[in-house]
């Protein structure tokens, strides 16, 4: 019987034992490159994702450049019609003589006044405004238009009785004078019905910012207290910002407002109002002022760049908040918003009052169109 070599003596694998290894091993390469396959595709769909949001990003800072284009247009439109109406000369009575009547033959005077600004006759009778300026810079007293009484009068003791005896058209509070925060305060809580209007400009210099109504406010913040602050101001669909850092306060605040139909929009930093200030374009701001880096200060001092200022709630945290208002006016931000106080005196005066909350047509806002 023939020998067999060692190798062919070896008994050989069945040919499905060697398939069945085959098969393994593909297998477990194939349970290797899984995991790489599915995190490429995840990767693939995050790409993806980031691109359509940068895309969603350059659509809305472009629509927000268009509208910021769109009010410096407006705001350059209003200046130069105050300007014209601070131009506008007072009406003058024309005599004019007509043909004698017939009846009697005696000549008939006819006396043609010429048309003067038209609107919602103002308080206190007269063409000219009584108008009372909280601060102490004099400066304001020259400022006025032919006609208008400006009488500048110091917060400090007295200030009710005073501003009572006065009996004003309107009531300008300078915020950047010593007090002025303050004896809004004390005229609001002696019963003064007035309704008070908000600037801010540097004692002894030419230019100011004008804002809208505003009220004011002691820390820490009460959400009624300013609920009750607000009155009128708030109804169904009113869009509100507030601005701080008192979480408790300010969400109990948000649900009182919500009960009568607001939208109220929050923000925690002066980053987020900037951008909220934007793309809300509130009706009613409430802006706690103690904010870190002063930041409640530019929060109110940029509502004079909005093309309809909003009423605001100023919540007074400092001793006195006068020194961080007139820091304001420093900002590159708000220089070109900045007026003479002539203009800044017209310009109040020709502003008419806010309207009460269930008196206001809602408004259709378009934000962020575009066509594809």
Known sequence: MPRQSAASAWPRAPASRLSWRASRRSATACARRSPLARERAERGRLAAALAEAEAARGALEAAQARQAAEAAAHVATLEREIERLAAEPAPVATPVEEAAAE????????????????????AGGGDGLRVVVLDADTA??????????????APGENLAARVTEIAPTRVLVNLAARGALAGLQSLRASGCTATFWGCVAVPGADRGLALGTIEGSRCPLDPDTIVTTLGGHVGRGTRVLTAGTDVD????????????????SMAWDGKQ???????????????????????????????????????????ECADDPAEAFAATLADPSLTAYAKPLDRLLVELSLRQEPEPAHQRRPKIRAVGLTRK
Not at 110 to 120: E, K, P, S
């Open 140 to 153: 304001w007293e020259s400022a006025g238009k032919a006609g208008d009484d400006v009488i500048v009068v």
């Open 103 to 122: 009846s009697d033959g005696a000549p008939m005077r006819v006396v043609t006044v010429g048309g003067g600004r038209t609107g919602r006759p103002r």
């Open 273 to 315: 109002a900037a951008d909220l200030l934007a793309v809300v374009q509130p009706e009613v701001v409430v802006v706690d002022l103690g904010l870190t880096r002063r930041d409640g200060y530019l929060i109110a001092a940029r509502l004079s760049c909005l093309e309809t200022v909003p009423h605001a709630v100023l919540v």
């Open 249 to 264: 306060a300010l969400m109990s605040l948000r649900q009182a407002l919500a009960r009568l139909g607001a939208s109220v």
